[in-house]
């Protein structure tokens, strides 16, 4: 498995990261993870093709994880792409994303190549191919906005992932809502990718100790938060800082990192 970094910000616009998102490639498959705003100039900036994607996967729906949809689509569209496009969302999810789709005047019936939404439930394994799997369990993020949805309309399911190939297991935190959040799983990983807007870096390391994790990358960072962060990377002992990474966009992690 290799992971390429597009986008290591957090919801807050920046001039030096785009907003958090990455490409997942195994067994000649591009998934990308979050699609939030300006997600095309991020893939634009790494030289990747739009058309090399394969599937994308939506954590949340904030709007710097899923709010650049339509306009990746749209390139996508402009460069006549022929291979089929799936974009895995959660149940709850689902129709609000065909309508959001739909509503971005983006009609099947015109696309040059066949796109689908595939649904899936907490917990449950979903094969993207014969090699690459993810599960997913919905965390406490979005739990703080339930008392504002008065008609009960939204599904509230800000999801934290585990990816599996033959031969790596990754954990990615999504937006987590505290701390034990990131324990959702509670499995040893190769690559433990986790947030750093909605927890204390201090809580993070404990990672290491807890699941015997093997390199945490840390991502999702503010503007505001790129010092302290970096204070705090410095502080570490050798051997811890040696397995914790600072993501940027275009960060790539294969099996040697
Ligand atoms: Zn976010």
Known sequence: MKIKFLGTGSAQTSLSRYHSSFLISS???N?????????SKAILAQ?????????????????????????LITQMKLL?????????????????????????????????FDL???????????NINENLYFTSKINTHLDKYKQFDK??????????????????????????????????????VDWFITETTHIKSENIINLIDKLDTVKIILTHIGDDFEKPLN???QSLPVSLKSRIILAFDGLELNQSS
Not at 56 to 62: C, E, M, T, Y
Request: net charge negative; charged share 25%.
């Open 151 to 188: 008609k009960k309309k939204l599904g509230f399911s800000s999801l934290s992932f585990l990816f599996k190939d033959e031969k790596n297991l990754v954990n990615y935190s999504g937006d987590v809502g505290s701390e034990n959040d990131l324990y959702i799983f509670d499995q040893k």
């Open 27 to 29: 067994s000649n498959h």
């Open 47 to 71: 030289g990747i093709d739009f058309n090399s994607i394969d599937s994308i996967l939506i954590s949340h729906f904030h709007a710097d994880h899923y709010s650049g949809l339509p306009s």
């Open 116 to 126: 689908s939404i595939v649904s899936f439930d907490e917990e449950q394994e979903v």
């Open 80 to 112: 006549s792409r022929k291979n089929e496009l799936t974009i895995f969302v959660h149940s709850s999810e689902k129709a609000f994303l065909e309508d959001f789709i739909f509503h971005s005047y983006l009609f099947k019936e015109r696309m040059t």
């Open 31 to 39: 998934l990308l993870v979050d699609c939030g705003d300006g997600i």
């Open 231 to 233: 204070d705090f990377h």
